[in-house]
């Protein structure tokens, strides 16, 4: 679409889908994206039908298996009816599968008056927020045959299953909480092995120190830390089938570590720290964890960084701005992931806040995009100083109880992903925290 003058602006989430209509035939992947083209909508139809063709599609049965299949929803405020093009696509009311996607691009705010058209050509109900409860809305997901998906690794995966957890791995000497324990490769693998075997969905690798008042590393000596141990434990069979994950703000060290066989991107930055993050990124097409953070590590808790008028709104409003540069830049809704930045330039109050509001932040987020604000959440309060300083705590490796406790507060206000040291105590509080979700559910 981009190599044929259509500047792609949204993205929506990602579903897996039963087929529909000729039912006996592979899973279905629907989404959607909303951009801005010179294109006439008879030109724009050309262009996609070429862009099915080229991927492989032929003529067949109706609604038979295919490669891809492309449907203009809407152009610009305009109801188009001719022999070949009907807009809105006259069948977009009856089916979830598209509405899902459709209403993803947009926020619960309506935030111009193209997108309040859209809501007018609304069949049978006073705006497309109401068609999606009419047809069920978000008691669909994750039932009926839709799951809302994450491509990674070479699945996909449905975040909403069961609460992922993430086991770190620091490769400094200089970390708050265990510096210097696993420089060795040697050490390296015999921890990871230990956190799978605990638990562990996946490990994430940080070879670069970002306690506060940390000092930057070059690319070079990050790499020099990392590359070998992963390279180490992507030998060792007890690592099939998990996730791994490189702590990093620098891009060249995010590729290179891809490269070698890590699945996700998590940067504590956001983006901030290297301008070639967002771009080399959706050149990986891996998904990307973007953390909220004002400047760097050695400055994060500076005065000036600790101001905030609502710490959940305003953590909301930076995320979503943070978030549309990405997608702007190539990286898709569907392969976001969102941390609100625990312990990053927050105060204890304001850790504890967040903790206890990701709903708000969440909802914060819907309001300018709803494929955003069903991003998958992290969540990483592991041993951090907050914890100490509630429970009087000094020594980081005595907070693990205190750990447990803000992980159970983030799961059950809908954390899906936790990043922790110790992965055998979490892993058991994440099985309650399931069980408990589950119960409610029912």
């Keep these: 679409m981009k190599q044929s003058g259509i500047q792609i602006t949204r993205h929506a989430c990602l579903y897996e889908t039963a087929p529909a209509y000729v039912t006996d035939q592979p899973q279905f992947l629907n989404s959607a994206v909303r951009g801005v083209t010179k294109l006439g909508p008879h030109e724009l139809l050309s262009v996609l039908k070429k862009i099915e063709k080229d991927m492989g599609r032929t003529t067949g049965i109706r609604y038979g298996p295919r490669p891809i299949d492309l449907d203009i929803l809407f152009y610009g405020k305009f109801k188009i009816h001719s022999e070949i093009l009907d807009v809105p696509h006259e069948r977009i009311w009856e089916r979830p599968f598209v509405v899902a996607p459709l209403i993803d691009l947009l926020g619960s705010d309506i935030d111009n008056d193209t997108v309040a058209s859209w809501h007018s050509f609304s069949k049978h109900s006073s705006d497309l927020f109401e068609l999606w409860e009419k047809l069920g809305g978000e008691s669909l997901v994750g039932r009926n045959g839709m799951k809302r998906v994450l491509p990674v690794g070479n699945h996909l995966q449905d ?175 569907w392969r976001l992931i969102i941390d609100p930045g625990i312990g990053f330039s927050k105060n204890t109050e304001h850790n504890l806040d967040i903790l206890t509001g990701l709903t708000t932040i969440r909802a914060e987020i819907a309001r300018r995009s709803l494929a955003f604000s069903h991003a998958p959440l992290l969540i990483g309060p592991s041993r951090k100083r907050f914890l100490g300083d509630v429970c009087a705590r000094p020594a980081a490796d005595k907070r693990d109880p205190a750990t447990v406790a803000a992980v159970t507060t983030g799961v059950l206000n809908g954390a899906n992903v936790v990043r922790v040291h110790n992965v055998q105590y979490n892993a058991d509080a994440l099985r309650l925290c399931d069980a408990l979700l589950e119960r409610k559910l029912r």
């Design 159 to 333: 975040w909403s299953l069961k609460t992922s957890l993430m086991g770190i791995l620091n490769l400094t000497p200089d970390s708050f909480s265990d510096g210097g324990k696993y420089i060795s490769v040697e050490a390296a693998v015999s921890q990871v092995r230990l956190m799978l075997s605990e638990g562990a969905d996946m490990i994430d690798f940080g070879a670069q120190s970002t306690r506060p008042n940390a000092s930057k590393i070059s690319v070079e000596e990050e790499l020099d830390r990392l590359i070998p141990v992963i390279e180490a434990v992507t030998k060792i069979p007890e690592a099939e089938g998990k996730l791994l994950s490189v702590d990093t703000f620098y891009s060249e060290v995010a590729s290179e570590a891809v490269k070698k066989g890590v699945h996700l991107v998590n940067d504590v930055s956001g983006g901030r720290l290297d301008s070639s993050m967002y771009s080399v990124v959706a050149a990986l097409r891996v998904p990307y964890i973007a953390m909220h953070m004002r400047g760097d590590p050695s400055s994060m808790q500076n005065p000036e960084n600790l101001q905030y008028n609502d710490v959940c709104k305003d953590v909301a409003f930076e995320l979503y701005e943070r978030l549309k540069e990405a997608e702007l830049a190539g990286i898709p809704a």
